[in-house]
C-alpha cells in the first residue's frame, strides 16, 4: 500500500484517497473547434510512462481536496508532492 | 552423485543467436506472441519470423493470470474474436500437441443486485444470439453447478442468479505458452530471449528494423505485442495508445481436496475463483487503481477480495494464502483490445486486452497474424482498430469485463 502525504492532512494511508490519473490535462478551449482526432486524443489518450508520471490524487476519506504527485511507476517512488487546480 | 540425477528432460525449443534480418518480428514472447508467430507459420507460411522477449518466453502476464476461459461477451465484435479463440481452444491440444489442461468446466458469472440481474439477462440473450451458449440460472440452479456457493439471503450481497457458460473453464498458462512455443519453433520461428528492443527505426513512414541489446536487428514487418509495456514501445514509434498500465494481482490457497468445480466469478463484489487441477484455489482481484509497472499491488485490494471469496464461499475460511502476486495489464478506455494496423506502414499492434488477455491467446494469435501477413486486419479483429477512438466506434466490454475479465 503507497504511503501518500496530503499537503493538508500529512501522511496517509493510499485507502483514503482516490485516483485521478494523469495531472495538467486542460479542457480544450475551443472544443468545437476540434477535429475528431484530436477531440478523441483529449478523451482517450493520457501519458502511460514507465518512471515519472506526473497525476491526482484525491484525500476522499480526508480533507477531500485534490493535489498533485510526482510517481515512479515503477518503483512507487513519490518524488513531487504539489498543489495545483489541474 | 551425478550418475544418479535424470538428464535433463528434452528441451521444448531451441536458443537460437538471432539473424540480422527477419521478414517478421514480433515484440514479446508471451501467449499472445508465441501464438502470433505459431499461427504465421502454420496458416500463412511465413517462417522467417523471430519473437524477441527481453525476459525469459512466457514470463510476463501469460505466467501470471488466473487462467480463466470464456467467450461470454456482450457485443458481436468480441463475441466474434472470442468465441473463435474457444472454438480454437476446443482443439488446440491436439493441434499442437502438447497436453494444455484445458478443462471446459463452465463459468459462471453472479448477480448480485437487480441491475445485476438485467445485466446478466440481456448478455444471456446477446450471447446465444452471438452464436455463444449462455444460460441463466436462478440461485439454487447456480448451487447445483457451484455446490459450495453460499446462496443465502442473509448475506450483503446475496447471489440474485448468474450467467453460466458451460464451455466456458480453464487451462494450465504455462503449457499454453510452452506449446505455441514448441510448434512454432518446429516450424523455423527463432524464440530470442534477453533481447530487449531499445529503439524502433522508421524511414519515410515504414519500419525497417530495432535496435536491442542483442544488436541491431532488420524487419520488412514488425509485430508489437508486449501487453501491459506496449506504451513504452509503442513511444519508439512515435504512437501515444489510448492505454494504461495497471497492476492486476492474483493469489493461490495451499493445495486442497477438489472442492470447486467449476469457476465462479462475481464483478460486483470484485473476485473471481477457481481451483487448479493440482488443487490450488486460485483468486484474481480487481485492478489496482493507479498506473504501475512494477508488478506488485496493495494488500487492502487482496483484503477486499478475501472477504468478497469467504462470504461468497464460508469453506474457504480454513484454506491458506499461499502467495500473492501481480501483472501489468494494458487496460483501454472502453475495456477491449487494439487489434490491427497503425499510422506507420508495417508496423502492427496487439494491445489492450487489459484484464482478460489469456483466453484470447489462440483467437488473437490467429487474427493477428492474418493481419501481418495480409496488411489488412483481420474481419474478426476490424473492429477493434486502433481508429475506434477517434471514430467513436468504441466496443463498450465493461459490463462483460469489468473487474472479471
Redesign the interface.
Known sequence: MLLIECPWCGPRDETEYHYGGQAHVPYPEEPAGLTDEEWGRYLFVRENPKGPFAERWCHTAGCRRWFNVVRDTLTNEILRISTGST | MTEVLPEHPDFLWRNPEPRRRYQVLIVGGGGHGLATAYYLARNHGITDVAVLERGWLAGGNVARNTTVIRSNYLWPESAGIYEQALKLWEGLEQDLGYPLLFSQRGVLNLAHTPQDVREGVRRVYANRLSGVDAEWLDPVQAKQVCPILNISPELRYPVLGATYQPRGGIAKHDHVAWGFARAADALGVDLVQHCEVTGIDIHSGRVTGVRTTRGEIGAEKLALCAAG?S??LAAMAGL??????HPLQALVSDLLEPVQPTVVMSNTVHVYVSQAHKGELVMGAGID??????QRG???VIERQMAAALELFPVFARAHVLRTWAGTVDVT?DASAILGLTPVANLYLNCGWGTGGFKATPGAGWCYAHTIAHDEPHPLAAPFALDR????ALVDEHGAAAVAH
Open positions: 509495456h506504451s513504452v501515444r495508445l489510448p492505454i494504461q498500465s487503481s493507479y498506473n504501475g509497472y512494477g496493495g494488500l487492502h478506455p477512438f477517434s471514430t467513436g
